[in-house]
């Protein structure tokens, strides 16, 4: 049945409602509160029984079919809520507004909050990772990229450029979970997002024109930035419809005060997961990843995925890495403290949006209560920025909020003793006659002489007398016995003495409670007036976790202090891919260091040598040497001299599987060309073995070609690792280019690799010892050995040619084409239809051809 056909006057009240609000998010699940269940109804029922697997019913609902209807328990709710949003679906919670008892008509309900995978700030998110939610706001001649992180209040907003593909290319650098475009967005763009790179995108076209949240953007002064947060702000207001107050003010990310690195380069180097496995475990990541705090890691993830390029700032963070490792003792007192810091980010969300409990502001003191020893170990280290405490908060948490507090806020049991004069009155009372109740239980064993008499409560009956079946026939009618509940072994009774203390305890509870709770918000409104300071002090508490770890790494791994060089030199001694080294270590297997040199005249080292001897590893090592060095890190070297970079590109390893439909040859010259078009002087560019998708004659061609161009009109630092030898011979034309080669040793057949990158060129391939090292069958192998050597004895060696020798190229291609042509004719006859005769003419004629051929 589906809703359009519904004749809506059929239906019953709660229907009606349901379709209301159905109609205001169409493309929403609705959780919709029946009682004690969120109930869906027709397609949503039908999709939600199917991704959940739970069973379709159906539902009166006054029409003649029955509704289809599918429906959770709200107590256990949350999981199927994760894994409908982790597919991609948004869910609004639609809540009873009203208690049942205290109305008459039907009770209201309304759509809450309504969950998106980008808006989440509950505890199912990563709490090393920010999440954000992005928005794409077009106007005709730019795009506004704004996104944040709603469960940390993080805000920022960049311009996009105009073209379509460096649109999404920016995008995809920041692995969004979640994006709303307006609808002047390009359609293509919005297809690629959703088909290609799956993100979930939603058009969404309106502005936030209020006042409570103008302070996110005030100080903005170009219009298009501010009515792309104004597009994010509506989204976020309309969906979380709560209190957002902690939203910061937004920051401008200006992508000159970084280091720019694409997603496909991120990937490639797995600085945040694996390539393969897409884990965190084994990324660069995971490498440096020695924060104490949530915000620590979210921080240095940020870093590197977006470096600096502000020589002052990583000088700053070197010297404050420096310090901590010469202060060793205070590093280790530091990390102490830091441990008693909770999620200060997230916590202001929680305080700020709905779903705080108790136990979250003990969390918040806790943290509150490590501040001032950090702030003192911090002064001992000269610390450049002052952290702020809070002595009046903490106090105020401290006398205020219960130590063991539950965690729903319905129950009493939140404030502390002495906090507040009428709740201890309040509580005394309770108790009091709780005594009352021990006492009277006394009193009438002693006046009716019924010793196992009980004075006891449940929820349904109250307070009652128990008196044991054995024993009932001694209730006398004169104790005043009014008699309520008879089960098999007992019967329960009234006084009106016990009903009298029971109005008062149970009064006494209800006023605790509600007391507790009216109590528990203003301490709440009161904290959220710090929210600002708070923020400011988990920011801070972030770099210096983040600086902490820095320099506990470098101890432990034995990472050297780079030198920022002004002159464009490029001088690493002893260098070591910092992954791959630990992961051998675990096998006990030792990482061979090597020297990565590029003096002020040398732009491009052209890496030969067999494959597995380490070309990838070492063109990566140099990646990731610079961007940790760029992120304030130590690096692992003997010694580092290096020129800031502004941007990264590689072309490393297995095409990108991400943007189907393109050959990986296509997608490698994508990268050639984003990165030749885009690349300066104080880039770095990395190409694994460019142009190896093609024929041999075309990708060599293509491969010297890009060589000559980053040689004559970038100057960009390459590392260009190939396997087409001639290309070893352009050292003599282009003088700024090295040959260097990493060196493998043959001993009887078999090769040892050696990892060791040395001066000047190989031209030995060793692909079949390799091969043979794969295990292929010795035959095959054998077999391999043998066309080989016919190649290499029959194939003279081929000239390089320069770019002023391109009648050489022609010549090479009408040579093939030559070739073809007979191919063709063999193609073309057919031999079922030929006589003897024909036969023996056209091969004749085909053996002529050959011959004549040859002699041009
Ligand atoms: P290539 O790109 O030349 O085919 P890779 O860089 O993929 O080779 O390296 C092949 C293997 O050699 C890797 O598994 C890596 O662990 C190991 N390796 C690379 N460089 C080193 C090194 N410097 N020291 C020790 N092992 C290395």
Sequence with gaps: MLRSEVDRSKLSPVM??????????????????????????????????????????????????????????????????????EKGYKVAIVEQLEDPKTTKDMVKRDVIQ???????????????????????????????????????????????????????????????????????????????????????????????????????????????????????????????????????????????NHLL????????????????????????????????????????????????TDKKEILRRYDMVEKLSVEFILRDELKDALDEVYDLERLSGRICYGNLNARDLLQLKNSLKALPTIQAILEKLNYDKKLEVFDDLCELLDNSINEDAPITLKEGGLIKEGYNSELDELRKIR???????????????????????????NKVFGYYIEVSKGQCNLVKEEFGYERRQTLSN?????????????????????????????????????????????????????EIDMLQSFSFVADSYNYVRPILSDKNELILKESRHPVVEEVMKKTKDLYVSNDIIMDQDTSILLITGPNMAGKSTYMRQLAIIVIMAQIGCFVPCKSCTMPIFDKIFTRIGASDDLVSGESTFMVEMKEANFAISEATKNSLILFDELGRGTATYDGMSLAQAILEHIHDKIGAKTLFSTHYHELTSLSSDLSHL?????????????????????????????????????????????????????????????????QTSLFSFEEIEEKEEKKNEIEEAIKECNPLEMTPIDALNFLYHLKEDIKKKEQE
């Excluded at 939600?48 to 709710?77: D, F, H, N, W």
């Excluded at 600085?271 to 924060?291: A, G, H, P």
């Excluded at 108790?431 to 009716?448: M, Y």
């Design 738 to 802: 090295k040959n260097v080669h990493v060196s493998a040793v043959e001993e009887e057949g078999k090769l040892t690799f050696l990892h060791k990158v040395k001066q000047g060129s190989v031209d030995k391939s060793y692909g079949i010892n390799v091969a043979s090292l794969a295990h292929l069958p010795e035959s095959l192998i054998k077999r391999a050995k043998e066309v080989l050597n016919v190649y290499e004895n029959s194939s003279e060696k081929k000239p390089i040619y320069t």
């Design 431 to 457: 108790s009091g006659s709780k005594d009352f109740l021990l006492e009277l239980e006394k009193e009438e064993k002693e006046r009716t002489g019924i010793k196992n008499l009980k004075v006891g409560f």
């Design 114 to 256: 309504v969950i998106t995978k980008g808006t989440r700030i509950d505890n199912s998110i990563d709490s090393k990772d920010n999440n954000y939610i992005a928005s794409l706001y077009a106007f005709d001649y730019c795009t506004i990229l704004s996104y944040a992180d709603v469960s940390t209040g993080e805000f920022f907003v960049t311009f996009l450029e105009e073209e379509k593909e460096k649109i999404l290319r920016s995008i995809t650098t920041y692995a969004f979970k979640e994006i709303i475009v307006n609808s002047k967005v390009d359609k293509e763009i919005v297809t690629m997002l959703r088909n290609n790179y799956h993100v979930e995108v939603s058009i969404y076209d309106l502005l936030y024109e209020e006042e409570d949240y103008k302070y996110v953007y005030k100080k903005l002064k170009d219009v298009r930035l501010t009515s792309g947060i104004k597009h994010l702000l509506s989204y976020l207001l309309t969906t979380k419809k709560g209190d957002l107050s902690h939203l910061q003010e937004v920051k401008i990310e200006d992508r000159k």
């Design 16 to 85: 009606v409602r349901w379709m209301e609000l159905k109609d205001s998010y169409p493309d929403t699940i609705l959780f919709f509160r029946l009682g004690d269940f969120y109930e869906m109804f027709f397609d949503d029922a039908i999709t939600v029984s199917k991704e959940l697997e739970l069973t379709l019913t159906g539902k009166q609902a006054g029409l003649e079919e029955r509704v289809p209807m599918a429906g959770i328990p709200a107590k256990a709710y949350e999981g199927y809520l994760d894994t409908l949003v």
């Design 490 to 542: 007992c019967e329960r009774f009234i006084t009106p003495l016990l009903k009298e203390k029971e109005n008062i305890i149970l009064g006494a509870e209800e006023k605790i409670i509600n007391l507790e709770y009216q109590l528990f918000m203003q301490i709440r409104e009161v904290v959220k007036r710090y929210i600002g300071q708070i923020q400011k002090c988990a920011s801070l508490i972030a």
């Design 261 to 308: 690195l694409d997603g496909n380069t991120k990937r490639n180097l797995e600085l945040t997961e694996t390539l393969r496995l897409r884990e965190r475990t084994y990324s660069l990541l995971w490498l440096l990843d020695k924060n104490k705090t949530a915000m620590g890691s979210r921080f240095l993830k940020q870093n590197i995925e977006s470096p600096l």
